[in-house]
């Protein structure tokens, strides 16, 4: 996947796309500090890696290292800094109903996620459906009782 300069993307929209392509593969919510979320978060990372690895335009790939970048893991290892930007989606896209679970709920429905990556540009929209299913391969690597219990659901 080759993405050019010209398709430039913020951390932001890169995050509102990622949730679109959770949600039109049928995540509706996550628990971001369980341990399917973290292992879906660092297969998104690894993702932008390979992603970066491959990149040979200067500007995308500064687009993409801001991106890496802002939601790299803390140094205590959390994944603080992804969990905030997915929760800056609140007033759109995401809801925190029960702040003592913590859960994310994503607020759109699988018709609108997918009108959202159908306009973005293909490759960053590719990038984002990519990324969206390491993170459900990743993340769903535990047994089925702590998923339900802990980490993502679906409709």
Known sequence: MELHSSDAITIDAFCAAFVSALVANGITSIRPRSGSARRGFQAVLNKLDKIIAETNDKDTLYDLLKIRTSLAPGLSGSYDNFEAHLRGLQTSMVSSPNPAFADLRF?????YAQSALDRLDKRWSELAKSAAKEFEMLGKEM?????????LSST
Request: zero cysteines; glycine letters at 8%.
């Open 143 to 151: 047994s089925a009782s702590d998923e339900r219990q802990y980490g």
């Open 107 to 111: 607020n759109v429905s699988p018709s």
